[in-house]
């Protein structure tokens, strides 16, 4: 019995993670945040948003993993991504 699905899908979600926090540091020493004020109930930063962001995406991947029978996980992977994307742009 295996406790964690190491799938393709689980394999780039960590990475792209990285690459995430990585860019983020280099746009954010290029060109500084200024907090505002979207969907989320309070004001962000870009790294707030970006936080927020990865938290939704990681449960999403996990949850799409857990809890559907389905063959392949790029689905959650896709999920997870697009709420991240979603999170960061108008959260």
Known sequence: MQWMAW????????PCIGLLLVGMTVWELRSPTIPRKGFLPIVTTRGDR??????????????????????????????????????????
């Not at 799938?7 to 960590?14: E, H, K, L, S």
């Not at 970006?50 to 392949?72: H, M, Q, R």
């Open 50 to 91: 970006l936080f927020i962001g990865l938290l939704a995406a990681a449960y999403v991947n996990l949850a799409w993993i857990a809890l559907t029978e389905e063959a392949s996980a790029w689905w959650g992977f896709a999920i997870s991504m697009a709420l991240l994307a979603l999170v960061m742009c108008k959260g």
């Open 7 to 14: 799938t393709p899908p689980v394999a780039v979600f960590f």
